[in-house]
């Protein structure tokens, strides 16, 4: 049945719910997707198994898959903040660094909250029978593929989707719908051009020729899906990240021209995540953890992998006045993941507090992986 609701009246209703891009795509196998299957023939997808199951592969390749009577895809882009909405702190405190879009609530739980009265919106214009499944980075969609093919934007050398007006700073949602809506034009135009800045910016070369990444050299996934330790080899390249990373995003040139820098409300930065002090981050209970970071995206890392962060952080800050912290950590943490990373942070700082720490340390731990990295940091200390 073919649907009434207008594009401009969907268009508005999805910008009076906080969706600043919108357009229709039609249910048709992904344009890209040999370069997933080739992607993760390449094992580039690091240690997300899920990504490669049957299901997950054959979801992604046809959207009928996904929903037998789909005859349209809805997608939207909601904007998060521009990273320069939140000014550097002082240079005498330590900071992390949180990746925008994980400043304020969990787009997990907004996104779907907003996209639920355009699907009423729509049932109500179709009438009875309307199926549908919307999805918001949480099953087997190639999200970009279908955004590019609705209008929305096109897929830059970064992989993010790059919107000619307002930049790349969005999160994505897709309803798919068995409602008849015609499509809009898809964007054809590369807009990228000649420009390498992300590839060149990127501190630990994850960023692939085909547009893809090497998810596991990607800060992003080190800091947040990676649930063991973090590359020795990497760690300095990580900087002050301590969830996810935003730097191929901040060089990129329609970022700089055309992202709004008041934009974002939705997600409004909640105090202290933006750029949190890294000292007072490792003191973190699990308790202060949980109440901190609740309905945060940074609940993903769980407590054991955003400290393992923070004390990186710490140890690329090369800051002295830290070691107390690293030291009560290396003696009294429950997780040895926490006290390893703590242990390697201690050999960046050096001094003869970290030595000393060190040494008492390596007669009191019993884990391997903790004592292997504590004799790497007493030759770096």
Same mark, same amino acid.
């Given at each position: 049945?073919?649907?009434t609701l207008?594009?401009?009246d969907?268009?508005?209703?999805?910008?009076?719910?906080g969706?600043s891009?919108?357009g229709?795509a039609?249910?048709?196998p992904?344009?890209?997707l040999h370069?997933?299957? &080739?992607?993760l023939a390449?094992g580039r997808n690091a240690d997300?198994?899920?990504?490669e199951?049957e299901?997950?592969?054959i979801?992604r390749?046809?959207?009928?898959?996904v929903?037998?009577?789909?005859?349209?895809?809805l997608v939207f882009?909601?904007?998060?903040?521009d990273?320069?909405?939140?000014?550097d702190?002082?240079p005498?405190e330590?900071?992390g660094?949180?990746a925008a879009?994980?400043w304020?609530?969990d787009?997990h739980?907004v996104i779907?909250?907003?996209?639920a009265?355009?699907?009423e919106?729509?049932?109500a =214009?179709?009438g009875?029978?309307?199926?549908?499944?919307?999805?918001?980075d949480?099953?087997?969609v190639l999200e970009r593929?279908?955004a590019q093919k609705?209008g929305? +934007?096109?897929?830059? !050398?970064n992989t993010?989707l790059?919107?000619p007006n307002s930049?790349s700073?969005y999160?994505l949602?897709?309803v798919?719908?068995?409602?008849?809506i015609a499509?809009?034009p898809a964007?054809q135009?590369?807009?990228?051009?000649t420009?390498?800045?992300?590839?060149d910016a990127?501190?630990?070369?994850?960023i692939?020729?085909d547009?893809?990444?090497?998810a596991?050299r990607? #800060?992003?996934?080190?800091?947040?899906? &990676?649930?063991?330790?973090?590359p020795?080899?990497?760690r300095?390249r990580l900087?002050e990240w301590v969830?996810?990373?935003?730097i191929? =995003?901040?060089?990129?040139?329609?970022n700089?021209?055309?992202?709004?820098?008041s934009g974002?409300? #939705?997600?409004?930065?909640?105090?202290?995540i933006?750029r949190?002090?890294?000292?007072s981050?490792?003191r973190?209970?699990?308790q202060e953890?949980n109440? !901190?970071? !609740?309905?945060?995206?940074v609940?993903?890392a769980k407590?054991?992998?955003?400290?393992?962060?923070v004390?990186?952080?710490l140890?690329?800050? !090369?800051?002295r006045?830290?070691a107390?912290?690293?030291?009560?950590?290396l003696r009294e943490e429950?997780?040895p993941?926490?006290?390893a990373h703590?242990?390697?942070?201690? +050999? =960046?700082t050096?001094?003869?507090?970290?030595?000393a720490a060190?040494?008492?340390?390596?007669?009191?731990?019993?884990?391997?992986?903790?004592?292997?990295?504590i004799?790497?940091?007493?030759d =770096?200390?």
């Open positions: 049945m073919p649907d207008s594009l401009d969907l268009r508005a209703n999805a910008a009076r719910l969706f891009l919108s229709i039609q249910p048709e992904p344009p890209h370069t997933y299957e &080739n992607w390449a997300m198994a899920y990504l199951t299901r997950a592969r979801a390749a046809d959207p009928l898959r929903l037998d009577d789909c005859r349209s895809i882009g909601m904007r998060y903040p990273p320069r909405a939140i000014p702190p002082h005498a330590a900071a660094r949180v879009y994980a304020g609530d787009y739980d779907p909250q907003r996209l009265p355009l699907v919106l729509l049932g =214009q179709i009875a029978g309307l199926s549908f499944k919307t999805y918001t949480t099953g087997p593929d279908y609705a929305l +934007g096109w897929a830059g !050398k993010c790059i919107s930049g700073y999160l949602a897709e798919f719908s068995s409602a008849e499509p809009t964007l135009s590369d807009l990228c051009g420009c390498t800045r992300c590839i990127c501190p630990t070369a994850c692939l020729p547009r893809t990444l090497d596991g990607c #800060i992003s996934y080190l800091t947040i899906e &990676n649930k063991g330790p973090i020795p080899e990497l300095p900087g969830f996810g990373c935003d191929c =995003q901040m060089v990129c040139p329609w700089l021209r055309f992202s709004d820098v974002g409300a #939705i997600f409004a930065p909640r105090e202290g933006p949190p002090v890294l000292r981050e490792l973190l209970t699990a953890f109440r !901190k970071f !609740k309905r945060s995206p609940q993903r407590r054991r992998g955003y400290l393992r962060n004390a990186v952080a140890g690329n800050a !090369k800051d006045s830290a107390p912290d690293l030291i009560s950590i429950p997780e993941l926490v006290r703590a242990a390697w942070a201690l +050999g =960046q050096g001094g003869p507090a970290a030595r060190l040494n008492a340390a390596r007669q009191a731990e019993t884990e391997n992986a903790v004592l292997d990295e004799t790497v940091a007493l =770096q200390a």
